[in-house]
């Protein structure tokens, strides 16, 4: 008796065991691909901290003092301030374009002050874009050999990017532009060229410094509409300098600048 009791509740416990196993590993499964996609979402692009910048001249300026910024994957970041305020250079320290006098950046997983040439060459080539306000595209290329310089200089072969290059600038709208050289196109059409050449590396993170600042007010809605867009749509995080309120709206976060700090 005390034995068949005894098997029946082995039986029994290893049965309710059984299920439970199943059940913890499908509820672990969950919960770790949740965890991944949390993971994913919260991952910092960019993190800032303590970053200062004085210019040495005649008069020297402290421009930043001590500016902290984390930016998630996939976010849309508008800097606003007015004229003079460091924006430009914050965004220029941001993406390792300059340096700061004092913090540090660490942009797509690398430190960039004890970053090495070769990884700041690859950092640039595959992971990190630049759009300038008034964008300079190589004059005597094409549109199409404008967009594809920095995949041939990544050693990318055409077969491998065609379809696809051709498919983004179809979305942007400059799809029956790609044969013009930029001295044929507006200036609209120019920064959406200018858009596709750093969208085309898939990048993480696209800096933009004032990227309608030399557009028309229609012209300037369309390039952010855009951005919103392909922010939305390829999920790269957009990093955008401006000093208009209206197109700081199309961001999801906006950080201003007053007297060399956040406000
Ligand atoms: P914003 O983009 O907000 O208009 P900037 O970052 O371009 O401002 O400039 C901030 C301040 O730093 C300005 O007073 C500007 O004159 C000064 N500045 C910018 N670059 C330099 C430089 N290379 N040398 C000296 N001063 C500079």
Redesign the pocket.
């Known amino acids: 008796m005390f034995t068949f009791e005894t098997n029946v509740s082995k039986s029994f416990q290893f049965e309710n065991l059984g299920l439970s196993v199943g059940k913890i590993c499908v509820i672990m499964y969950f919960v770790l691909i949740k965890k991944d996609f949390e993971i994913m979402e919260n991952q910092a692009v960019l993190k800032a901290q303590g970053i200062t910048k004085t210019?040495e001249?005649g008069t020297s300026?402290q421009?930043l003092k001590g500016i902290d910024i984390e930016v998630g994957a996939g976010e849309f970041v508008a800097i606003l301030?007015?004229?003079?305020?460091?924006?430009?250079?914050?965004l220029y320290i941001l993406a390792g374009i300059d340096t700061p006098t004092s913090g540090t950046v660490e942009l797509a997983g690398k430190c960039l002050d004890s970053i090495k040439d070769e990884d700041m060459a690859s950092l640039r080539r595959r992971e990190v874009a630049f759009v300038y306000q008034y964008d300079n595209l190589v004059p005597h290329l094409t549109a199409y050999e404008n967009i594809t310089l920095p995949l041939l200089l990544d050693k990318k072969k055409e077969t491998e990017f065609k379809e696809r290059i051709v498919a983004l600038c179809n979305d942007l709208g400059i799809g029956d532009r790609l044969n013009n050289l930029p001295s044929e196109m507006s200036g609209g059409e120019q920064q959406r060229v200018a858009i596709a050449r750093a969208l085309a590396i898939e990048p993480k993170v696209i800096f933009l410094d004032e990227p309608t600042g030399s557009l028309d007010s229609e012209r300037g809605r369309q390039v952010m509409e855009i951005l919103k867009d392909i922010n939305e749509k390829h999920g790269v995080a957009l990093i955008m300098?401006t000093h208009s309120p209206a197109h700081a709206e199309y961001a999801s976060r906006k950080i201003i600048?007053e007297d060399g700090q956040i406000k």
């Open positions: 210019y001249g300026a421009v301030g007015e004229s003079g305020s460091g924006k430009s250079t914050l300098v600048i």
